[in-house]
Each structure stands twice: as structure tokens, then as C-alpha cells.
């Protein structure tokens, strides 16, 4: 086991791996700009080094500094958490070039799945259902016609270093093709320095369904369950639920034993999630996450692991000690993710945090490194915490997170915790009836 890690993020993730390494006895170097200089993950690690200014691409992203501060405090292994660099694959190579352990994947994996292209390719190859469409990327707009007539319309055109909705247009028909193409490989050259594109047959109601994994990189891997995140904006997820009220057992063993057999041959370390669509009984690949979710817990609440410490011992050398049939499932659980936003204009709100009040009770989690006093920079993503419930049933589960919103204060800022509130009200959301486009359409339909 590691003596000590670095932890390369901030916020709440950086303070969920934080408590993760001390409950194992393993010390903890926080890195930080120096506008998280004062942030709660620094205050509780055991060190810290300011390894730059505000902007991410001079501290969370400046791969130098990061390894110099591993360097000067002495640790053996970072933790990417999720964002920045967790799936950067030339920083899991130049960590163990300077004999510093990567928690995660191998630099193999994390290219060979953040190329959606050649995730599709490996995917398939492995026995994974995939989505119809062009086997590689669409130069021109003849490639894009002769694939989307192939495979039918309406088609999705995405970015192949595409995230975030980023390089993503529809076409109904041959006569949105072109303008799509042309806007879709625009964006995406402007967002990721990349304007290649590829097309897929687009769903018209589908859910997001995700598998969870993990490996230890020796040939063992199993599955945790899905979990749904169909409730989306502007492709961003919003809130997850395990288990889905979509599937049921026989449908998640069947999905889920397919994709731990494919992660076993890849010989894939550490964990992971394989991303679906779920339109009418079958799934369709899109992509895999080489890292750790933002949602991870509504996994932990329904299976009792600790996903962060499972990384951190794998990643340390151990072998897998789970195999599939000591994996039991109980309850249910939902995550709200939580911003500092107007509810309504989704505006983001940062600034001070005069009072917080954080509820709590049984089946009640809270991963947030919000505290009185603290200033919210204007610098990074607007996720101030997660509010997780857990419920015998979904029903349980459903009331207690509406019980557990009413107890949540933040004051100073504007959050998101209204919208939820207006959620648990809707009868599509209370019967678990909805879709990845559910949420924009109601947001559409209720805006003022």
C-alpha cells in the first residue's frame, strides 16, 4: 500500500479522495492555486503546495508543477479524481516515467477510450453493442450523406475528441446534413483543436444508462451495477439514480456480465464506466469514462464499497478481491449535483457563502467541501457539492430526498436546489418516466 498520495484536483472530489486515504492510513498532499488557497481539502491534508495562479491550464493543469510537487513532498501515486487531468493520457505516461504511480488505467487504455472513434472500434470488438454509424471519422460532406443514408435518419453528429455537447449537431434530414457537418467540425475544432466528426444514428427517447466497473488489471474485473442519468442539460447530467427504473435484474446482469467479460480482456485497471443509450429494450455503446464518476456514490450507497479505496488498492498491486457473486445489491439511491447557479437561468452565482446548513438523518450523504466563511472562485465548474439519498425502495428514496432539500441552506449564493425541488413534484419524475431529453423540455416548458 501507498505511503502517500498526491491528490491532483480540488473541491469536493479532492476532499472525497482526501477522506478515502486517511480512513486506508495513508497520508495526503493536497495541490491548490492560489485561489483555492483556503479550501477545505487543503486545510485537512496532511500537506500542500500551491503549484500555480487561478486559471487551470497554470496550476490543475500544469503537469510540470504537479510533478515537481510530488517530487519535493515525497508521493508515491496521484490521484487524478475526475476532470482535469484524470484522463489525460500523456500524464499518466510522464508520472511513471519519474517512477510516480497513476490511480487509474494505463496510458494505453485511457487513449485507446478517449478516442470515440477507436472506443467504438474496441467496444465492438470486445462484444459490446454499439450504436449504427460511420466507422471512423467523415471527411467530407459525400462521406457524411452516404453513412447517414446507410444507416437512417435522424442522425447525431459528434466530435471525435468531442465532451460536454461540445462538436454535437442532429440532422432530421439530408437537407440539415451539410449545415450540421460544417457547424459540428467548426465547434470542434474550436473547443478541443480537433474538427473531426463522426456520425451516429440519433434516438429519439432513449435513456442514459451506465454501466459501473472495476478491474485490477490482471484479468479480474466485475460489474457494480447501472446507473441511470438520463436527466440531463445541455448534455451535462444533473441527477443519477441506482437502480434504474427502466431495467430490471436480468436485463443488468445480462449488460452488466457482458461488460465485465469485455474489461477483463482489456485488461483494464482501476475504475471505469461504460456509457449506453437504452431505447426500446437494447443497448448501444457511446462511450467509456477511464476514471472515477462524479456520481459514483449512488453506487457506493446501493453496494456498501468504497469505490476510491477499491482504486487506491488496485492501483497499489493488490488482485481483485471481489468476484461477481460477492457483489449484492440493496436499495436505492439518488445523487443531486448541486451548483452554485441561478435555478432558472442556470447562471453561475460565485462569490461568498455567509451560512451553510447541510441535512442529514439516516440514508443521508453529503460530498461537499462548502463550508461558512468560504468564497466560491469564479474560476472552475459551478458543482459545489452532491446531495445523495438512499431508501430501502425508490419510493423511500424519493421522499427522503425531498425531506433532505428542504433541510439544505446555502446562503450567500444562488444554487440549484429549487430545481430539484420543482422536480420532485413532476409525476414523469415521482414514476421514474423520463428521458435525456425530458429535462430540457420541462425547463423549456416552465421557463418564465
Known amino acids: 500500500m501507498f505511503d502517500k498520495i498526491l491528490i491532483a484536483n480540488r473541491g469536493e472530489i479532492a476532499l472525497r479522495v482526501l477522506r478515502a486515504c486517511r480512513e486506508l492510513g495513508i497520508h495526503t498532499v493536497a495541490v491548490h492555486s492560489t485561489a483555492d488557497a483556503d479550501a477545505m481539502h487543503v486545510k485537512l491534508a496532511d500537506e500542500s503546495v500551491c503549484i500555480g495562479p487561478p486559471a487551470a491550464k497554470d496550476s490543475y493543469l500544469n503537469i510540470p508543477a504537479i510533478v515537481s510537487a510530488c517530487e519535493i513532498t515525497g508521493a508515491e501515486a496521484v490521484h487524478p479524481g475526475y476532470g482535469f487531468l484524470s484522463e489525460n493520457a500523456r500524464f499518466a505516461e510522464i508520472l511513471t516515467e519519474h517512477s510516480i504511480k497513476f490511480i487509474g488505467p494505463s496510458a494505453e487504455n485511457i487513449r485507446t477510450m478517449g478516442d470515440k472513434i477507436e472506443a467504438k472500434r474496441t467496444a465492438k470488438s470486445l462484444g459490446i453493442p454499439v450504436v449504427p454509424g460511420s466507422e471512423g471519422g467523415v471527411a467530407t460532406f459525400e462521406d457524411a450523406r452516404r453513412v447517414a443514408r446507410d444507416i437512417g435518419y435522424p442522425v447525431i453528429i459528434k466530435a471525435t475528441a468531442g465532451g460536454g455537447g461540445r462538436g454535437m449537431k442532429v440532422a432530421r434530414d439530408e437537407s440539415d446534413l451539410e449545415v450540421a457537418v460544417s457547424t459540428a467540425q467548426t465547434e470542434a475544432k474550436a473547443a478541443f483543436g480537433n474538427g473531426e466528426v463522426y456520425i451516429e444514428k440519433y434516438l429519439e427517447k432513449p435513456r442514459h444508462i451506465e454501466i459501473q466497473v472495476l478491474g485490477d488489471g490482471k484479468g479480474n474485473a466485475v460489474h457494480l451495477g447501472e446507473r441511470d442519468c438520463s436527466l440531463q442539460r445541455r448534455h451535462q447530467k444533473v441527477w443519477e439514480e441506482a437502480h434504474s427504473p427502466a431495467l430490471n435484474a436480468r436485463q443488468r446482469d445480462d449488460i452488466g456480465g457482458r461488460v465485465a467479460k469485455a474489461m477483463a480482456n482489456l485488461g483494464y485497471e482501476g475504475v471505469g464506466t461504460i456509457e449506453f443509450l437504452y431505447e426500446n429494450g437494447e443497448f448501444y455503446f457511446i462511450e467509456m469514462n477511464t476514471r472515477l464518476q462524479v456520481e459514483h456514490p449512488v453506487t457506493e450507497m446501493i453496494t456498501g464499497l468504497d469505490l476510491v479505496q477499491e482504486q487506491i488498492r488496485v492501483a497499489s498491486g493488490a488482485t481483485l478481491s471481489l468476484t461477481q457473486d460477492d457483489i449484492q445489491f440493496a436499495g436505492h439511491a439518488i445523487e443531486c449535483r448541486i451548483n452554485a447557479e441561478n435555478a432558472q437561468t442556470f447562471t453561475p452565482s460565485p462569490g461568498r457563502v455567509d451560512a451553510v446548513h447541510f441535512p442529514g438523518g439516516l440514508g443521508v450523504r453529503i460530498d461537499s467541501a462548502l463550508y ?53 413534484a413532476e409525476h414523469d419524475i415521482i414514476d421514474g418516466n423520463y428521458d435525456i431529453h425530458w429535462l430540457e423540455k420541462f425547463l423549456a416548458r416552465t421557463a418564465s
Do not use: N, W
Open 372 to 424: 461558512s466563511g468560504y468564497r466560491i472562485p469564479p474560476y472552475y465548474d459551478s458543482l459545489i457539492g452532491k446531495l445523495i439519498v438512499f431508501g430501502k425502495t425508490r419510493t423511500e428514496c424519493m421522499m427522503r430526498l425531498k425531506r433532505a432539500l428542504s433541510e439544505f441552506v446555502v446562503e450567500g449564493v444562488e444554487t440549484t436546489i429549487p430545481l430539484f425541488q420543482r422536480l420532485l
